[in-house]
């Protein structure tokens, strides 16, 4: 296992909220934020409310930012946004998770807690030296995200719709060269 389950979540759920606003749009309303709150395992407070999701939709420009920033930078950028959430590092257990961290409280609003879980899963992420992990989309009409959580570091495409399409691609090349 690479990383612990808290920050592989966190990593991931980032990732998605951040290819999130990116063309097609996958989280444009409420709904669609209670789907992601509830797929990534969010615990404690969720407003369901429009401003809500303005506040969650508003943090993908800086979990883009710390997620593509060199090793180095890292640190100043962690640092910046736990001491804005004011993040208190705690171990904590719910009913289906075992301890994990928290670094804000349960009744913070969900776009602290997102910040504050990402800043502290760059933490790991940058203790191991896996910055490398994170990258842009190798497809080259696509600005989203990929995280490569696989053992070989394979993975280059942030979602099966660009592998697909440059597989198909690869594929009608390999054809024409044939022709």
Do not use: K
């Not at 190798?138 to 697909?164: E, H, K, Q």
């Amino acid at each position: 296992m690479l990383f612990t389950h808290d920050t592989a979540g966190a990593l991931q759920s980032a990732t998605e909220l951040v290819n999130a606003v990116e063309p097609p749009r996958t989280v444009t309303s409420v709904a669609d934020l209670d789907q992601f709150f509830d797929r990534h395992g969010y615990t404690g407070r969720h407003d369901r409310t429009a401003a809500e999701l303005a506040d969650v939709l508003a943090l993908a420009p800086r979990l883009r930012e710390l997620l593509l920033a060199d090793r180095d930078d890292v640190a100043a950028i962690v640092n910046s946004m736990l001491a804005e959430v004011g993040a208190v590092p705690r171990l904590v257990r719910h009913e289906h998770e075992d301890w994990h961290l928290h670094a804000v409280d349960d009744d913070a609003p969900l776009a602290h807690r997102i910040l504050a879980e990402t800043a502290m899963a760059m933490v790991d992420v940058v203790r191991s030296g896996q910055t490398s992990r994170l990258d842009v989309c190798a497809d080259p009409g696509c600005d989203g995200i990929v995280l490569d959580l696989s053992r070989n570091r394979s993975r280059r495409y942030c979602s099966t719709t660009c592998t697909n399409r440059n597989a198909q691609a690869a594929h009608r090349a390999r054809r024409a060269g044939r022709d």
